[in-house]
């Protein structure tokens, strides 16, 4: 089971870590402030380049599916990894 929290009560915490997993275009265009961006396919393929294992991580993506499917799969690495529910689409709507 991986670990998952609202976007509520991410506003609430203010992590430090947050990592945007949709391409660079989207990125761009807006995002979570404070966010840095790896692609999916970069942070799944290569995560030791860009992840510390002793940090925690907050990851989203455009609706909240492929940030799940991340979290999934780095948490099964052994990466301390949180999932953002509903992604980006939720921030705005509780922006």
């Known amino acids: ?13 203010k992590p ?18 404070n966010a840095i961006n790896i692609p999916f396919e970069k942070l799944i393929t290569s995560p030791s380049k860009y992840l510390n294992p002793n940090v925690k ?7 909240g599916l492929v940030s799940k ?7 099964g690495y052994g990466y301390k990894v949180v999932d953002i ?3 980006y689409e939720e ?3 509780n922006s």
Not at 19 to 32: A, E, L, T
Not at 57 to 63: G, T
Not at 69 to 75: D, G, T
């Open 91 to 93: 921030w705005i709507l």
């Open 57 to 63: 991580y907050f990851i989203y993506c455009q609706k």
């Open 1 to 13: 089971m991986i670990s998952s929290i609202s976007i509520e009560d991410l506003l609430k915490m």
């Open 85 to 87: 529910i509903g992604g």
């Open 69 to 75: 499917k991340a979290c999934q799969i780095l948490s």
């Open 16 to 33: 430090e870590h947050i990592i945007d997993i949709r391409n660079i275009q989207s990125y761009n265009n807006n995002h979570i402030p």
